[in-house]
């Protein structure tokens, strides 16, 4: 496939629409299908193929001969073999979660996920369908986009004009975000996996930077980039889970969308530092700061208060740290707002 040249929104959309389907095509050929045969539990030992043996025989006594004697030993044992089980599985997964890896921990933790479990009470809804109606308007609220008044001219200043500075995304760039990828993540809608992704990156090294390319010069995100498969999880230490707000919301993406999102985002990074839009204490996504940094920039002015000493007495100066929260400010940016901060600092259309 030749993606050098695609004219259009329509032909973006139709070669990302081919890509997904050659990429299926391709694992339908090249990954073989297990066949099903019969497993042995991993937590399975020896010591519970014996209580399973005198068990049996113990059914099949008190059976034979139905005493008063010979049913007590056969429910005693019965209950031996039961906790028997759960400990053997009990100590099976505890084994699992103590030596998890980030490529195994969700394998490891599906048997003890809370899926699966019926969710308490929320509020007074009893109904499924109404419990997830009050998990939906709780964790998704409705976007605001009401008029707003608009920013006053030349309200933000810019240090450098790139509005018209547009550059393809090159392989380089492309490879670098490939190889700081989370491999072993959960996959989105179209099933298709980072490892996939990479495999598919060495087949074809230039149709990944042709067709993000062609997106971003057409303004093109295809609908299945955007669509996720939502996992509501409960978020732990809570006292009661009988109010949505007591749960989280996973989204899980598409890994081919999330590898163009991922470069925009080192993009938007970069450009913001070139136009002035970046505050001196800004940690997150910027490159050369970590958590040790805002962690020393918390650090050293509280040290150096405690340090100082009062002129009228000798006591410390007692420093304190305020933090807020900003609850569900990605879900109330406000589009055309943020669309006319963007033109002010004069960023790249």
């Given at each position: 496939?030749?993606?050098?040249?695609?004219?259009g929104p329509?032909?973006t959309?139709?070669?990302?629409?081919?890509?997904?389907l050659?990429?299926?095509?391709?694992?339908?050929?090249?990954?073989?299908?297990?066949?099903q045969?019969?497993?042995?539990?991993?937590?399975?030992?020896?010591?519970l193929?014996?209580?399973k043996?005198?068990?049996?025989?113990?059914?099949r006594?008190?059976?034979?001969?139905?005493?008063d004697?010979?049913?007590?030993?056969?429910?005693?044992?019965?209950?031996?073999?039961?906790?028997?089980?759960?400990n053997a599985?009990t100590?099976?997964h505890?084994?699992?979660?103590?030596n998890?890896?980030?490529?195994?921990?969700?394998?490891?933790?599906?048997?003890?996920?809370?899926h699966?479990?019926?969710?308490?009470?929320?509020?007074?809804q009893?109904?499924f369908?109404?419990?997830?109606?009050?998990?939906r308007n709780?964790?998704?609220?409705?976007?605001?986009?009401a008029p707003?008044?608009?920013?006053?001219?030349?309200?933000?200043?810019?240090?450098r004009?790139?509005?018209?500075?547009?550059?393809?995304?090159?392989?380089?760039?492309?490879?670098?975000v490939?190889?700081?990828?989370?491999?072993?993540t959960?996959v989105?809608?179209?099933?298709?996996?980072?490892?996939?992704?990479?495999?598919?990156n060495?087949a074809?090294?230039l149709?990944l930077p042709?067709?993000?390319?062609a997106?971003?010069t057409w303004?093109?995100?295809?609908?299945?980039w955007?669509?996720a498969?939502?996992?509501v999880?409960?978020?732990?230490?809570?006292?009661?889970?009988?109010q949505?707000?007591?749960?989280?919301p996973?989204?899980?993406?598409?890994?081919?969308?999330?590898?163009?999102?991922?470069?925009?985002a080192?993009?938007?990074?970069?450009?913001?530092?070139?136009?002035?839009?970046?505050?001196?204490?800004?940690?997150?996504?910027?490159?050369?700061?970590?958590?040790?940094?805002?962690?020393?920039?918390?650090?050293?002015p509280?040290?150096?208060?405690?340090?100082?000493?009062k002129?009228?007495?000798?006591?410390?100066?007692?420093?304190?740290?305020?933090?807020?929260?900003?609850e569900?400010a990605?879900?109330?940016?406000h589009?055309?707002?943020?669309?006319?901060v963007?033109?002010?600092?004069?960023?790249p259309?």
């Amino acid at each position: 496939m030749d993606l050098s040249d695609l004219q259009g929104p329509e032909a973006t959309l139709r070669a990302v629409s081919n890509i997904t389907l050659l990429i299926h095509q391709a694992i339908e050929v090249t990954i073989p299908y297990k066949s099903q045969r019969k497993v042995e539990a991993p937590w399975w030992n020896h010591s519970l193929t014996l209580a399973k043996e005198a068990t049996k025989r113990a059914d099949r006594i008190a059976r034979l001969t139905p005493t008063d004697t010979n049913r007590q030993d056969s429910q005693y044992k019965r209950r031996k073999w039961t906790t028997m089980v759960h400990n053997a599985k009990t100590m099976y997964h505890v084994h699992q979660l103590q030596n998890a890896t980030t490529r195994t921990i969700w394998k490891t933790i599906e048997r003890h996920s809370t899926h699966n479990k019926p969710i308490p009470l929320l509020g007074e809804q009893s109904h499924f369908g109404d419990k997830c109606k009050a998990l939906r308007n709780a964790l998704f609220p409705p976007v605001k986009t009401a008029p707003r008044t608009p920013l006053p001219p030349d309200f933000l200043t810019h240090t450098r004009d790139i509005c018209h500075h547009t550059r393809p995304v090159t392989i380089h760039e492309r490879c670098l975000v490939i190889t700081h990828l989370k491999y072993g993540t959960s996959v989105g809608p179209d099933d298709i996996s980072y490892t996939t992704l990479q495999h598919f990156n060495e087949a074809a090294p230039l149709l990944l930077p042709n067709l993000f390319t062609a997106c971003l010069t057409w303004s093109v995100h295809p609908h299945e980039w955007k669509t996720a498969n939502c996992v509501v999880i409960p978020k732990p230490g809570k006292k009661s889970y009988s109010q949505p707000k007591s749960y989280r919301p996973i989204s899980l993406l598409s890994c081919f969308g999330k590898l163009l999102e991922t470069i925009i985002a080192k993009r938007l990074a970069h450009t913001a530092q070139m136009c002035g839009a970046r505050h001196p204490s800004q940690i997150g996504a910027q490159a050369e700061n970590s958590a040790v940094d805002a962690l020393l920039r918390t650090i050293d002015p509280i040290a150096k208060a405690i340090s100082q000493k009062k002129a009228s007495n000798k006591f410390p100066l007692r420093p304190m740290v305020l933090t807020h929260d900003m609850e569900g400010a990605f879900n109330q940016v406000h589009l055309a707002t943020l669309w006319e901060v963007m033109t002010q600092r004069r960023m790249p259309l």
